[in-house]
């Protein structure tokens, strides 16, 4: 069964730098496209990243110029790093992918995934 893993993420001061990572589990026919998330209590998950299966990468209004998102083919992880951190970023971040595996007697399955879901907290 295929799932995304995500890694990192804790506690950071304003100004500091953070990596997440999210690492797809399990075997896979191709990858459309990989994500980042976030979300903070009672609001809808917000947009951080957007990464194209070409490469080309979307990013969120709040974090251009301080993510950036970033995927090694070869293991199928993404990263994102994270700097000049700021209060506002703090949150639940989630990774996503929409990729296709092959299922023994179903043949080829389109999936949505989500991570986990990894705390970042932004404080002094």
């Known amino acids: 069964q295929v799932q995304l893993v995500q890694s990192g993420g804790g506690l950071e001061q304003p100004g500091g730098s953070l990596r997440l990572s999210c690492a797809v589990s399990g075997t896979i026919h191709s990858i459309y496209s990989m994500g980042w998330y976030r979300q903070t209590p009672g609001n809808q998950r917000e947009l951080v990243a957007h990464?194209?299966?070409?490469?080309?990468?979307s990013y969120g209004d709040s974090v251009k110029d301080r993510f950036t998102a970033s995927r090694v083919n070869a293991n199928n992880t993404l990263f994102l790093e994270m700097s000049d951190l700021k209060p506002e970023d703090t949150a639940v971040y989630y990774c996503?992918?929409?990729?296709?595996?092959?299922?023994?007697?179903?043949?080829?399955?389109?999936?949505?995934?989500w991570g986990q879901g990894t705390q970042v907290t932004v404080s002094s």
């Open positions: 996503n992918a929409d990729l296709t595996e092959m299922v023994p007697s179903q043949g080829l399955q389109q999936r949505f995934l």
């Open positions: 990464m194209l299966s070409g490469g080309r990468t």
